[in-house]
C-alpha cells in the first residue's frame, strides 16, 4: 500500500501533530494487554533448522509441532527460497551452503518430498556448489547430530576446555571459553557436550535418504579429514587463521585419546553442571535460539526421561512466530522489552503524552514486572556471570540476562514515565530499584571508556584467532560498541539531571570516559560503524545522541559538525535515508540499489541531527526528510514494512517489525518538540 501524496513546503505544525496521533493511535492498538509490543524478530535462516532437527531426533517432532505449525514452516521455506533455488544466512542474503543445506533437511523433515520443486531446487544449488561437505561447522555440527554426517568431519569441540583454568594470572585462563562473549560460550557449551558426546540421532530411512541427496560422491567415500576445513566460498565471513588450522588438527589428533576417557567423562558432567545452570536460570528459555534447541538436545542426551528435558519442551514455543511469510523462529524469545522501551520514549517526545495515558500505563507495567529483581544464584564468578539486580533483558523477566543497552533505555524509559504531567502513570519504578539499574550500568564500563553487551571485556581480541565459525564476525569476546556506550551514556545524564546527588562523582567521570571512547570510535569521514543496526545511519543517531547528553552540539563540537555532514552527504533525493544491509558485512556505507529511502533509517538520520543541533543549518535538508515521512505514513496511521534493519555479528540481518513504527513517531516527535517548539 502506498503512503499519502508527498505534501509541498514546509510540514507545518498541524501536519506533524495530525501524523502524531495518527502514528500512536495506530499503534496502541497492536500493544498487548500486559503492556508490551509483540512483533516479527525474524530473519535468520540458520535457527528453524536446529530446532526441527532437536525434535526430530529427540523423537517430539509432531508432539511440538502440530500438521499447521509444520504447513506453515514449509510455507516459510517456500517464501524464503532464492531465484537461483539457495538459500541465505538470512531472508535478503545470497544463498549459501548453510543456509541451503539445512533448509533442505528441514523441508525433508517436515515431509516434503525431494521430488517437489523447491527440494530439487535446493538440492541442485547443494550439488552445484561441492555437496554439503562444505557447509560451514555449525551446519556440520547439525548434519552430524542428524545422522547425515560424520563426526569425524568436524573440527574439535572438546568438551575439555571447560576444565582449563579461569584465573587469568595462569595465562591459560585469558583462552577460558568463561572470559568469551556470553552468546558464543552459551552456544560451544552445549555443543562441545554433544560432541564429546557423540551425541547422534537414530538411522532414519529418511538420514539414509538424506545421506545420498546431500553429497556429491557416496556417503562412504567422503574424505571426512579434509572436509574439516572445506567451506563454500559464499559462506566464508571469516575464513581460518593458518594457526587455527594447526590448532585444530592437534586436537583432532588428540580426540582418539579423549574419546571415552576419564577425563571426557569429567568434562561432560562440568558441562552439563552449566548447562542447567542456564536452563534454571532462565526458565528453560535460555539465553538465545541456538543454545535453547543445543541445551534440550543435551539435557535429552544426558537422560531421556529427564525433568530438565521435558521442561524444554513448552519453552520452544516462546520462540515461534507467525506472520504474512509463515512460522519462523525468532533470534531470541522476543524483542519485547526493547522495544516497549523504545515505544514509550517514542511516545514521550511527541509532547502528546497526556494524550495516551492508557497505552502508557501499560507500557510502564510491562516495564515495572520485567526489571531483573535479584542476582544469579551461587558465587557469580564460578558461572561466569555479571551482576544482574536492577537491570534489564531484551525480552522477557523469565529470560533475564541483563543487558547494558536494554538496562540503558529501561532507565529511560522509566524517567521519561515520570514526567507525564497529568500524573495519570500511577506509582513509578522505586528510586532504590533505579538505583540498581545504575550500579549495574556503571558497573559495565570497560577500561576502554566504552560499555559491551551483555558483561565486561574479559580477553583480549586476539582470541578472535579461534573464532571457529567461518560466517560470524567478532564473536569470541564482548567489545566495546558505539551503540551501547551511548545507551549507557544517556541513562546515566538523564538519571544525573534527575538525581544529581547520587553517585555524582562517579557518574561524571563514566560520562567524560564515554565521551572519549565515542569521540575515539568516530571514522575520519564523521561516521560511526554500526554492530546492532543497519548500520552507519543507526549508529550516528546513538554517536550524536551520546555527545549531545554531555553538552556537545555542532557549535562546539567538531565531531558532532562531522557526524552530520556525514549524514547530509547520503541524504537522497527524495529527501530520506536508505543504507543496505551490506554496509554491515562490508563496513562502507552501501545505498540501497535503486536509490530508494526508508522510513526507520530517515527517522534515525532526523535524530541525529536534532541531537547535534544542526537542524538550523540544514532547513530544507530537515524540512525534506520530515516531508518524506509524512508522505510515507499510510492512511491507518502505519508505516510501511521495508527492509530488514538489525543485524548481528556483522553478517547476519535480523527483523525488528515494530521500527516502522517507533521511529517515525519518536523523530516526528522530537522534530514537533524541539523545532517546531509545539
Known sequence: MEGNSAPTGAPTGADVTAALREGVSFYQQLQQPDGHWPGDYGGPLFLMPGLVITCYVTGCLDEVLSPQHQAEMLRYLRNQQNRDGGYGLHIEGQSTMFGTALSYVTMRILGLPAKDEVCK????????????????????????????????????????????????????????????????????LPMSYVYGARGTGKLTPLVQSLRKELFCTSYDAVDWNAARNQCAPSDLYYPHPKIQDVLW?????????????????????????????????????????VNKVINMLCCWLEDPNSEAFKRHIPRLYDFLWVAE??????????????????????????????????????????????????????????????????????????????????????????????????????????DERLQDCVNVILSYQNGDGGWATYENTRSYSALELINPSETFGDIVIDYSYVECT???????????????????????????RGQAFIEKQQRADG????????????????????????????????????????????????????????????????????????????????????????????????????????????????????????????????????????????????????????
Not at 145 to 157: I, R
Not at 251 to 273: N, T
Not at 344 to 358: K, N, S, Y
Not at 625 to 630: G, K, P
Request: hydrophobic content about 40%; charged content about 15%.
Open 486 to 512: 551511548s545507551a549507557c551514556m544517556t541513562s546515566l545524564a538523564e538519571f544525573q539531571h534527575k538525581y544529581p546527588d547520587h553517585r555524582a562523582a562517579e557518574i561524571a567521570k563514566s560520562l567524560r
Open 249 to 289: 588438527w592437534a586436537l583432532y589428533k588428540a580426540e582418539g585419546l579423549l574419546l571415552g576417557s576419564g577425563l571426557r567423562k569429567k568434562a561432560l558432567a562440568e558441562v552439563m553442571r552449566h548447562v542447567h545452570y542456564e536452563d534454571e536460570n532462565t526458565r528453560y528459555v535460555c539465553i538465545g535460539p
Open 527 to 678: 561516521s560511526w560503524y554500526g554492530s546492532w543496526g543497519v548500520c552507519f545511519t543507526y549508529a550516528a543517531w546513538f554517536g550524536c545522541d551520546a555527545l549531545a547528553c554531555v553538552g556537545k552540539s555542532v557549535a562546539n563540537s567538531e565531531a558532532q559538525l562531522r557526524a552530520c555532514e556525514f549524514l547530509l552527504s547520503k541524504q537522497c533525493s527524495d529527501g530520506g535515508w536508505g543504507e543496505s544491509y551490506l554496509s554491515c558485512q562490508d563496513k562502507v556505507y552501501s545505498q540501497l540499489q535503486p536509490e530508494q529511502s526508508q522510513v526507520v533509517h530517515t527517522a534515525w538520520a532526523i535524530l541525529a541531527l536534532i541531537s547535534a543541533r544542526y537542524q538550523t543549518r540544514a532547513t530544507k535538508q530537515m524540512t525534506a526528510a520530515v516531508r518524506y515521512l509524512l508522505s510515507r505514513q499510510l492512511p491507518s496511521g502505519d508505516w510501511p514494512q521495508e527492509h530488514i534493519t538489525g543485524v548481528f555479528n556483522r553478517n547476519c540481518m535480523i527483523t525488528y517489525a515494530n521500527y516502522r513504527n517507533i521511529f517515525p513517531i519518536w523523530a516526528l516527535g522530537r522534530y514537533r518538540t524541539a523545532v517546531l517548539k509545539l
Open 325 to 430: 511469510d509463515g512460522m519462523k523462529m525468532q533470534g531470541y524469545n522476543g524483542s519485547q522489552l526493547w522495544d516497549t522501551t523504545f515505544a514509550v520514549q517514542a511516545i514521550c517526545a511527541t509532547g502528546l503524552a497526556a494524550e495516551f495515558p492508557d497505552c502508557l500505563r501499560k507500557a510502564q507495567h510491562y516495564v515495572d514486572v520485567t526489571q531483573v529483581r535479584e542476582d544469579c544464584p551461587g558465587p557469580l564468578v564460578a558461572w561466569y556471570r555479571h551482576i544482574s539486580k536492577g537491570a534489564w533483558p531484551f525480552s522477557t523477566r523469565d529470560h533475564g540476562w541483563p543487558i547494558s543497552d536494554c538496562s540503558s533505555e529501561g532507565l529511560k524509559a522509566c524517567l521519561a514515565l515520570a514526567e507525564v504531567k497529568d500524573g495519570s502513570m500511577g506509582s513509578s519504578v522505586s
Open 121 to 188: 531446487d535446493a538440492q541442485q544449488w547443494i550439488l552445484n556448489h561441492g555437496g554439503a561437505t562444505h557447509i560451514t561447522s555449525w551446519g556440520k555440527f547439525w548434519l552430524a547430530v542428524l545422522g547425515c554426517y560424520s563426526w569425524d568431519g568436524m573440527n574439535p569441540t572438546p568438551p575439555e576446555i571447560w576444565l582449563l583454568p579461569y584465573a587469568s594470572w595462569s595465562g591459560i585462563g585469558l583462552a577460558h571459553p568463561g572470559r568469551f562473549w556470553c552468546h558464543c560460550r552459551m552456544v560451544y
